[in-house]
């Protein structure tokens, strides 16, 4: 069974730009979170997708936003980068919304804005 | 609120015995969960405590007292492999039912 994939792996973009960064869940998986981390700042929770409907939201600002598709693959987006959006955005799934407190990682994104 | 709290580094040698410890302050979350991350790699898995006590897989151990809102990660017969990242996580009912992670705990196995 695949696991989590993520694209792309590394990416190098110019503050003002916007990103889009791509998650498959696990087969079967539907829900989806999306997490930065940043060594100072440490993983933190981004939102989570269930069924296409967003259902929690972490502490970010709205230039963070994000979507899941009927199949479950989710998208998330960064507009107007900043310097400090540099980080590592891993994106999670699991079997079903609050499945227990296990979920599974991609290998995540390494975003840096220059 | 939410708070978790870990040691940032803990070092010992191959063989050793090793206990990660995890508090926080939240008054309402299902359980406690550990993961393991690698340098430049995914956060994976390793155990959760839905209740108070001792679950065992392998070489680790997670232990967790909802009374003394604290909860650790022992790990045995230590080997180089076990040098990673290990981060308690917990989804706070108070937060959304959210996972909110501790800061980490940086474990450097010697030889």
């Known amino acids: 069974k695949a696991g989590v994939t993520q694209t792309p792996r590394y990416l190098i973009k110019t503050r003002g730009q916007q990103v889009t960064l791509s998650c498959s869940p696990i087969?079967?998986?539907?829900?989806v979170s999306w997490y930065q981390q940043t060594p100072g700042q440490g993983l933190q929770f981004l939102f989570e997708?269930?069924?296409?409907?967003?259902?929690n939201k972490g502490n970010f600002p709205g230039r963070f936003s994000g979507r899941q598709f009927s199949n479950s693959r989710s998208e998330m987006n960064v507009s107007t980068l900043e310097l400090g959006d540099s980080a590592l955005y891993l994106c999670?799934?699991?079997?079903?919304?609050?499945?227990?407190?296990?979920?599974?990682f991609g290998e995540g994104s390494w975003l840096t804005v220059v | 609120g939410q708070s978790l709290e870990q040691p940032s580094e803990v070092t010992a040698v191959e063989g050793a015995i090793v206990q990660i410890n995890c508090t926080y302050q939240t008054s309402g979350f299902y359980g406690l969960s550990w993961y393991q991350q690698h340098d430049g790699g995914a956060p994976t898995f390793l155990s959760y405590n839905a209740l108070d006590g001792l679950e065992e897989t392998g070489r680790f151990s997670s232990f967790l007292s909802r009374s003394d809102s604290y909860g650790y990660l022992l790990l045995q017969e230590l080997q180089m492999k076990d040098s990673a990242s290990y981060f308690c996580?917990?989804?706070?009912?108070?937060?959304?039912?959210?996972?909110?992670f501790g800061p980490g705990t940086r474990l450097s196995v010697l030889p």
């Open positions: 087969s079967g998986h539907r829900s």
């Open positions: 996580a917990v989804r706070d009912l108070n937060y959304g039912q959210n996972f909110v």
């Open positions: 997708y269930f069924s296409e409907t967003q259902r």
């Open positions: 999670a799934s699991s079997l079903v919304e609050g499945s227990g407190n296990t979920i599974y």
